[in-house]
């Protein structure tokens, strides 16, 4: 059997259509590309543009909204210019305290200089008249109690004792034990 190849004679004669092509968003998606190439640079530009322009409105806004509260500002000023005068009074008040305190304490300190140059006084003319130059204090002990400088003076015995009767400073602390220890022979411990 003979190969048979049919052919049709109008076949030549058909109308040729392009590929058929899909349907769906690809062709979207190329588009898109091609314009953000060609115009990228103007869409930023122009995107940058409308965002300043509505900072630019936000701003202008809150200012008129400001100015329209002015007659709260009025009153708001009258409140600091009251708090700010209620804060001087204080102010005042207090430097007035700490005026009085300072003349006080100068008043103080006058009156010691003036103790301090009197007891120097005092003790010059004692110094003067051959008396101790201690104070006033041994003197009206001694104006007091006649007593002639020959005298030798005892030790009162109502007193405590410095230390117990059986201390023997050559024996040390612990009594009859050595507590003494030769230092360490060798190099110093310096650097």
């Not at 060609?38 to 806004?61: D, K, M, N, P």
């Not at 002990?141 to 400073?169: G, M, W």
């Amino acid at each position: 059997m003979d190969e048979v190849e049919i052919r049709d004679l109008n076949e030549d004669k058909l109308p040729v259509h392009p590929p058929l092509k899909n349907q769906d968003l690809s062709d979207l998606g190329q588009t898109a590309a091609e314009v953000l190439s060609q115009y990228g640079w103007y869409l930023l530009a122009a995107t940058f543009t409308v965002y300043l322009l509505i900072q630019h409105l936000r701003r202008t806004i809150s200012r008129t909204s400001i100015q329209d509260q002015n007659p709260r500002t009025q009153q708001d000023a009258s409140v600091v210019a009251r708090r700010q005068e209620s804060m001087e009074a204080a102010r005042r008040k207090m430097q007035e305290e700490l005026d009085a305190k300072a003349a006080i304490f100068k008043e103080k300190q006058k009156q010691q200089e003036e103790e301090k140059r009197r007891q120097k006084i005092e003790v010059w003319e004692n110094m003067k008249q051959g008396k101790s130059c201690r104070g006033t204090a041994k003197t009206s002990e001694e104006a007091s109690s006649p007593s002639s400088s020959s005298e030798v003076r005892k030790p009162k015995t109502d007193k405590k004792p410095l230390r117990s009767t059986d201390y023997n400073p050559l024996m040390g602390q612990g009594g009859g034990s050595c507590s003494w220890r030769p230092g360490r022979r060798g190099p110093s411990a310096g650097g």
